[in-house]
């Protein structure tokens, strides 16, 4: 298995709360993402990033920001946590994404109350 | 929107049964790639084919593209109760600079023993 940790696994917040989730992965892979994962949506892009200090904006990127000071770290913030944003986050990762595949984490389940 | 589109959403069959879903996409793509996910877990990678590719067999899963229709199919022969799982298509845009993958909302397998 890819070596990439998601951290916390478990969340639970109030609303209006700051909460950053943590991605780290031991391949020194070039390209890094946040999905998130809702019942009867898939998995829908938040943000990726392709390099240091590169990142850039997927489809659901409202409310959520993304760093990236190194390779091995992909940090996810929710600014100000809403109940819309109860969900399971997904990193990724990968070599090169024409020709290689994604490697997933475990997931961080947060729930907003 | 959603650039993969699987089909069913939900398969329910019996051991020893072969399992086909489909996914429909709507852009030109690079390459089309099948994931499965089991209750709780990231998603794995099972398999990757390319645009100039027609048809790719990996033991006793066989994927088929056809990019005039701008569709795949995921054939699982011989299922066995540990297929059971969700099974997504991601595909990566030919214009898309950065390589971002695509997932649709998944199929849904449970094999009955």
Redesign the interface.
């Known amino acids: 298995d890819a070596g990439i940790t998601q951290s916390p696994r478990h969340k639970v917040t109030e609303t209006g709360t700051p909460v950053t989730l943590r991605c780290h992965q031991t391949e020194n892979h070039r390209y890094m993402y946040w999905y998130r994962q809702d019942p009867g949506h898939g998995l829908r892009l938040i943000h990726y990033s392709y390099g240091v200090k590169d990142t850039d904006k997927g489809e659901v990127s409202d409310g959520y920001s993304v760093s990236r000071s190194k390779t091995e770290d992909f940090l996810l913030t929710l600014e100000s946590a809403t109940s819309s944003q109860t969900s399971v986050y997904f990193c990724a990762i990968t070599r090169e994404p024409y020709n290689s595949p994604l490697h997933f984490g475990n997931g961080t389940r947060l729930t907003v109350t | 929107?959603?650039q993969?589109e699987e089909d069913p959403q939900a398969l329910s069959i019996q051991e020893g049964e072969n399992a086909t879903m489909n996914c429909s996409y709507k852009t030109s793509i690079?390459?089309l790639?099948w994931?499965r996910q089991n209750s709780?877990?990231?998603?794995?990678?099972l398999i990757?084919i390319r645009s100039n590719e027609r048809e790719k067999h990996s033991g006793r899963l066989r994927v088929t593209l056809d990019t005039s229709k701008k569709s795949s199919s995921l054939l699982i022969t011989a299922s066995r109760a540990a297929d059971t799982a969700s099974y997504?298509c991601?595909t990566?845009s030919r214009t898309d600079s950065?390589?971002?993958?695509?997932?649709?909302?998944?199929t849904q397998v449970v094999v009955t023993p």
């Open positions: 929107s959603q993969g690079n390459n790639q994931y709780g877990r990231g998603l794995v990678h990757l997504f991601a990566v950065w390589g971002k993958f695509q997932f649709g909302a998944g």
